[in-house]
């Protein structure tokens, strides 16, 4: 079965500083992947996803992610962290069943960014 | 593009009691899903309806049920409240059927069961 596991409920980082989100994934076919971002108070809002066309993902508020195969990974990165970064994100895979598709999300990461 | 709508933002209901939670998705969307966020378990996929049919299912007692309309507006029943069903209730709607689709998040009703 498809599944998605997120290491690291908590991550902290100094403003400036590299933001790694790890992400890795089980599948037995090409999967595509999703990375969200959820502010409090507030519903997901999609960063990027990679959807089996370049393995470098580029999405919004500089953020970042590599599709790496080999290492089944998916990990978020953003050079330097912003105040406005502290968030909970999620990755998540997209997956077929009975003839459609349904998300299985990870139990996501909190991300404080220290001053 | 107005976004997604959820109605109402927040509720308060005792054990026993039913609650109907609407949605309203982003015009043109024809997938609607519904999700149960916890600090314990993450986000929970409950179902799916495209098109007035009830196309996924996640792994939730009958309690939970749901429904689409000919507008695509969605709403989703809880009965029987119990403690644990105190959450936030989120829906996702998408233009559907296809893996690499977007979805796109209202901002949740936030049940709570007394």
């Known amino acids: 079965a498809q599944s998605v596991t997120q290491l690291g409920s908590h991550v902290s980082v100094s403003e400036g500083a590299l933001v790694l989100l790890r992400c890795n994934y089980s599948s037995s076919v090409p999967p595509y992947l999703f990375w969200y971002v959820q502010y409090p108070n507030q519903g997901l809002q999609l960063l990027l996803k990679?959807?089996?066309?370049?393995?470098l993902v580029k999405g919004i508020n500089g953020f970042e992610a590599e599709f790496k195969k080999s290492e089944t990974s998916f990990h978020l990165t953003k050079p330097s962290a912003h105040m406005s970064d502290a968030a909970e994100y999620f990755c998540?895979?997209?997956?077929?069943?009975?003839?459609?598709?349904?998300?299985?999300f990870g139990t996501g990461t909190r991300l404080k960014v220290l001053a | 593009k107005a976004g997604v709508t959820q109605t109402p933002r927040y509720l308060i209901k005792t054990r026993g009691q039913q609650v109907t939670l609407s949605c309203s998705p982003i015009s043109g969307h024809r997938s609607v899903s519904w999700y149960q966020q916890t600090p314990g378990q993450g986000l929970q996929f409950l179902f799916e309806?495209?098109?007035?049919?009830?196309?996924n299912k996640g792994n939730f007692p009958g309690r939970f049920s749901g429904r689409q309309f000919s507008n695509s507006r969605s709403e989703m029943n809880v009965s029987t409240l119990e403690l644990g069903d105190s959450a936030l209730y989120l829906c996702?709607?998408?233009?559907?059927?296809?893996?690499?689709?977007?979805?796109?998040f209202g901002p949740g009703t936030r049940l709570t069961v007394l």
């Open positions: 309806y495209f098109s007035e049919t009830q196309r």
């Open positions: 996702a709607t998408g233009a559907g059927g296809l893996g690499t689709d977007t979805q796109y």
């Open positions: 998540a895979v997209s997956v077929a069943t009975s003839g459609t598709y349904k998300y299985i």
């Open positions: 990679y959807t089996s066309a370049a393995t």
